[in-house]
């Protein structure tokens, strides 16, 4: 029995396995859909098209710079399974009014003034309740598995966190948005249910979390009012001072910080793509959303057949040894559905075409294969950093260490976002844009082989 099988059936891991992945399947059936519906049914521009998938990025990356630092010390003060359950819990609150939202638009209810306003706003707690709960999934896979069950506890939870995707995303574009706005309410109540089951995980040491700005402002104010009144904008600013305090203290170790560093730009790059795809498959290739779904699916894909296949060519071994060579050839693909998609030539009618007429067009299977190619690539590489993260930190610091690679992440990825929103403001078409991709992975290369030279001279890896 492989170790990967194993795990499966153990009730240490099968529950997180289970809460994680319906965790993502949600957030991105309800981002998905409401991208595409506002895409495909509202706007009629590829600027706008762009812009609104842009924004909705940079709103669903916020809540990662913003609260990631309490979750981080949360979980590492906390029970991990009871946050998890409490997290599950919240989502059907959010479920509920995003529901409402989709109802909204599909009918035409104050869609500019109310409808678009409310999906916005639940995906900000989407991914609010996303990152509380993002230290706790590989935080806590070293406190419940053994050290040789730790890389594949990683790449089955990040090999089912994109399968996740990949189903959310084929609902999303497959099915009508009637439909969407029931499922993720279901979904959000099997979710909480299979997180009742995770086991405890209590905290590991006795670290106290700590809120700088707030203790002397709740203390010396006497008006409840102006309390209240300035707690909002104190807690956020209390939340910058931590970032910057854990960002500080997880710099102290170099590997880690590289290996935060090289997650992060890869994920600059996914940002950029994520958005291009959409306004990619309306304006450059003609074709309906099922398309544009189907390119996140192919996407996501990727990533979780990388998961599993750096696992096996590492044989258990947490290494970046993989990393530079695996984006090299992210890059050289990008190249190639540039040129593929650069070489589309749009049907005669001008109408956008539906996935079973899409799928014979000539190069419409070149294309898939250069993002399925592209996908895969980035698992291999960053499957392994994470894996790395969770094993070279003090155990009683993974949530914290995680919780940093989140905010540098996504502060990279709203860089990513508004790198996309400018180029398209200033006119570059967005299957031009692939190539700025591709550029970028020349970066990670050399950030992903700065990390690999680092663990050499640390004697932890040999040839």
Not at 113 to 128: D, E, K, Q, Y
Not at 188 to 198: N, T, W
Not at 316 to 329: D, L, N, T
Not at 341 to 358: D, Q, R, S, Y
Request: net charge neutral; glycine share 6%.
């Amino acid at each position: 029995m492989t170790t990967s099988t194993h795990l499966l059936r153990q009730r240490r891991f099968l529950p997180l396995m289970v809460t994680q992945f319906f965790n993502a399947f949600n957030d991105n059936l309800y981002k998905t859909a409401m991208v595409l519906f506002v895409v495909y049914s509202i706007y009629n521009s590829e600027s706008q098209e762009a812009m609104f998938s842009g924004a909705a990025s940079l709103i669903f990356v916020a809540p990662f710079v913003l609260f990631s630092a309490l979750a981080g010390q949360l979980a590492d003060t906390r029970d991990k399974a009871a946050i998890i359950r409490i997290v599950k819990l919240c989502e059907i609150g959010w479920a509920s009014l995003g529901a409402l939202g989709l109802f909204m638009v599909w009918q035409g209810v104050e869609v500019h003034t109310a409808g678009i306003p409310l999906l916005m706003i639940v995906l900000f707690l989407a991914s609010t309740q996303s990152a509380f709960l993002g230290p706790i999934k590989y935080a806590i896979l070293p406190q419940q598995l053994k050290p040789e069950e730790v890389l594949s506890g990683t790449g089955l939870v990040e090999a089912g966190t994109y399968i996740a995707i990949l189903g959310g995303t084929i609902l999303a574009g497959f099915v009508d948005v009637q439909v969407s706005l029931v499922l993720v309410i279901v979904i959000a109540f099997i979710g909480y249910y299979s997180a009742r089951f995770v086991p405890e995980a209590p905290p590991l040491s006795d670290y106290e979390m700590h809120f700088p700005l707030l203790e002397p402002f709740a203390a010396n104010t006497k008006s409840r009012v102006k309390r209240w009144l300035g707690y909002p904008f104190v807690a956020i600013a209390d939340q910058v001072v931590m970032s910057a305090r854990l960002i500080k203290e997880v710099k102290q170790n170099r590997q880690i910080w590289l290996a935060i560093i090289a997650i992060s730009f890869f994920w600059t790059m996914g940002a950029v793509l994520f958005i291009l795809f959409p306004p990619l498959a309306k304006n450059q290739l003609l074709a309906t959303p099922e398309v544009a779904s189907l390119f996140l699916v192919i996407f996501s894909l990727g990533i979780a057949l990388g998961s599993v296949g750096i696992n096996a060519l590492l044989k258990g071994k947490v290494s970046a040894r993989f990393g530079p060579v695996a984006v090299v050839i992210m890059g050289a693909f990008l190249i190639g559905a540039y040129l593929v998609a650069k070489a589309w030539t749009p049907n005669a009618a001008g109408e956008l075409l539906p996935i079973e007429e899409w799928i014979f067009e000539p190069l419409a299977l070149p294309l898939s294969f250069m993002l399925l190619g592209v996908s895969t690539a980035g698992g291999m590489f960053v499957v392994p950093l994470y894996a790395f993260l969770t094993t070279h930190c003090a155990k009683d610091a993974a949530s914290r260490t995680i919780a940093v690679n989140n905010i540098v992440n996504c502060i990279c990825m709203v860089l990513g976002s508004a790198l996309a929103i400018v180029l398209t403001a200033i006119g570059l078409p967005v299957v031009e844009q692939l190539l700025v991709a591709a550029a970028m992975t020349i970066v990670s290369a050399w950030l992903g082989w700065k990390l690999y030279s680092a663990e050499k001279e640390a004697g932890e890896f040999t040839l």
